[in-house]
Structures are given as C-alpha cells and as structure tokens.
C-alpha cells in the first residue's frame, strides 16, 4: 500500500493564482483531513470529511474550498492565493472505527509558496 | 473550543539523557490524548495514545506518557535518548462534548540529541 499520498510535492504560485492540491488513499478510509503546518503554529485543521460527499470546516478554513467526490480523494483548493496561505499542507486519514478520535495517517506534505 | 499547550519550543539533550516533554489542555471533560512525532523528512507518525484506563501509557521505541488528569497533563516522557530520537514531537486531543471534536495539536517541541 502506499498509504497516503500527495500532489504535488512543491509549488510556489503569484498572489492571485488559484492550485488544487491532491490528497490519495489507498486504506479504504472514511475520515480525511487537510491540515497546514507553520513555524511556531503547530498543525492547524483547515477541513475535513468523514465520508464521501460530505465536508466540515475546522479551524482555519478561510480561504480554502475542499471536495470529496470519491472515498479515496479529498482536494484542496485555493481559489485565489495569498502570501499569508504560504505553508506546508498535511493531509491525513483515518477509519471510522473511532471517527475523530482514531490514529491518523499523514501524507508527506506539500510546501505552498505564494509570492 | 480546547487548546493544547507545549511549554518548551526546542529541548537539546546529550544521548542518554532522560526526556520529558510536557503537554497541557485546557478541557475539563472527556478527552483522548496523543503524541505524535516527526522525523526530519518524514511523514508524522503516532508514538502513543490515551483513551482510557491505565493512566501511564506506553508507545513505540521506549516512549511514554502519563495521564494527570488533576493537573490537565500528558507529559511525554523517555528514560535514555538517542540521537535517532531526534524529531519535532507533537501532542494533541481530542475533546468530547456532545460528540467528538476534531483533533487539536499544540505547536510542538522540537528535540535535538547531540552525541
């Protein structure tokens, strides 16, 4: 398996610009989470899903639009980019045994620059 | 909403010294605790996790962490480092209130293990 996946790796985009990032998983799970994580800030929910079709804002959702259209991928958009969005963004995934309160599997992350 | 505070923001430690990383939150209810840990270039991992019973839990590589709930901690603790311990450690709760919370993770503590 390859556990959770995510494109791209890097990015670095213009103020404005809009990206999709992809999060995959291959371990059938129900629940999925987009986090980013900045110097000093620790991770911060930025959305999450606990089944197909559905989503739910975490903490820091401003600015973010995500979807869930299969169980396997749960995308996260940046409509128009800001240098403040300039962060490393973790997806991670889970199974419903425990919904939120089970052990989370994390991606590799994507490093997002916006000048 | 629940918060988690980590007091110290980087730790250095020689091999063999003892390890103790504290970890407080700011709920009163039911909670489930986690520490999770970060090696450089890697993804995040879970190192151990509380739901309920024994109060000292024991993780992966001779971590531990001990449940205090009069004191709202979940210290993270480990008798003798190594300099492959060396990693960004991560502890995080969940909160119940009329249903699960999403996972709150404090800003971490990064660990340096100089030989």
């Known amino acids: 398996n390859a556990g959770v996946t995510q494109t791209p790796k890097f990015r670095v985009l213009k103020t404005g610009q809009s990206m999709t990032l992809l999060c995959a998983q291959d371990?059938?799970?129900?629940?999925m989470y987009w986090y980013r994580q900045d110097p000093g800030m620790g991770l911060r929910l930025i959305h999450y899903s606990v089944g197909e079709g559905t989503t739910a804002k975490g903490e820091v959702p401003d600015g973010y639009n995500v979807s869930r259209l299969k169980k396997q991928n749960f995308l996260l958009g940046l409509e128009s980019a800001a240098p403040s969005q300039t962060s490393v963004y973790f997806c991670a995934s889970n199974h419903r045994d425990r919904g939120l309160t089970d052990t989370q599997y994390f991606g590799p992350g994507t490093r997002l620059t916006v000048l | 909403a629940q918060s988690v505070s980590q007091h110290n923001h980087h730790v250095i430690l020689s091999e063999a010294a003892s390890l103790e990383l504290g970890c407080n939150y700011s709920?009163?209810?039911?909670?489930?605790l986690f520490w999770y840990v970060q090696y450089p270039g890697q993804h995040l991992q879970l190192l151990l996790k509380?739901?309920?019973?024994?109060?000292l839990v024991k993780g992966i590589k001779g971590f531990e962490a001990e449940f205090i709930k009069s004191k709202f901690s979940f210290n993270l603790r480990k008798p003798s480092v190594q300099w492959s311990d060396t990693a960004e450690y991560f502890c995080a709760v969940n909160a119940y209130y009329s249903g699960n919370t999403p996972l709150v993770f404090g800003k971490g503590t990064r660990l340096s293990v100089i030989a």
């Open positions: 709920y009163g209810g039911t909670v489930n």
């Open positions: 509380y739901f309920s019973g024994d109060p």
């Open positions: 371990m059938n799970h129900e629940y």
